[in-house]
């Protein structure tokens, strides 16, 4: 079976259309996450992958690219990099807003793609990573400002992200993060700075809209 190029895949599971919450910003979406993730895995010919998190504008990001477009001063000539980008959409937003570079961070080749395309639909220019930033335990980011959309959804994946950050915040960057609740959001380390009713699907997350959080780290986070 041959693999289908993360372009072209992208390009014909998805359509064009303006988050909710961020109507300012067009990105690839799809309509059904499971039909959409059942479909990759078939084309592909493996089971098991991890969901598709890049054809949907979760609330985490749609919270954080609001607030990077109402605060332009916070991102303006800045340097970015945005973790666990997915679609793009926080990358996408603070060029938008004025910064200076911007790095949308991913380890799904199909995410890449799909981050590639949203920058090309939106006018911008940054740069997709594929690199796992997690792999090395002590690695952290140049960048003036980190961002992180709704990346405590589980408990292996907040116990990676935290010391990540944290080295970001010991570094010096200033680190937001958007987060619409999830279980695993560290308990301390955070400052609330924004509070969000953000529109989601009701078959990803059971209701309409999700009260989410724009959170910058203060200190360490656990």
Do not use: C
């Not at 303006?18 to 084309?43: Q, S």
């Not at 090309?120 to 090395?136: I, P, W």
């Amino acid at each position: 079976m041959t693999a289908p190029a993360p372009d072209a895949f992208v390009r014909a599971t998805t359509r064009l259309d303006a988050p909710p919450f961020v109507p300012e910003i067009r990105l690839r979406l799809a309509e059904d996450i499971v039909a959409l993730w059942e479909k990759l895995e078939a084309d592909l010919g493996v089971s098991g992958l991890a969901p598709p998190f890049w054809a949907f504008a979760w609330a985490g990001g749609q919270a954080l690219a609001r607030y990077l477009l109402d605060h332009p001063d916070l991102v303006a000539g800045r340097s970015v990099f945005d973790f666990a980008s997915g679609s793009g959409l926080v990358a996408v937003a603070a060029m938008r807003a004025g910064a200076a570079s911007a790095v949308a961070n991913e380890i799904d080749r199909f995410a890449g793609a799909a981050i590639a395309l949203n920058a090309e639909a939106n006018g911008v220019h940054l740069t997709a990573s594929l690199d796992d930033v997690l792999a090395d335990a002590g690695a952290t980011v140049d960048a003036d400002l980190v961002l992180a959309g709704d990346v405590f959804y589980d408990r292996d994946m907040a116990e990676r992200v935290r010391p990540f950050l944290n080295r970001a915040h010991t570094r010096g960057a200033t680190v937001l993060v958007g987060d619409p609740g999830r279980h695993y959001l560290p308990r301390a380390g955070l400052e609330r700075l924004a509070d969000y009713e953000v529109p989601v699907p009701v078959d990803l997350e059971g209701m309409r809209t999700r009260a989410t959080t724009v959170w910058r780290v203060t200190g360490d986070l656990r």
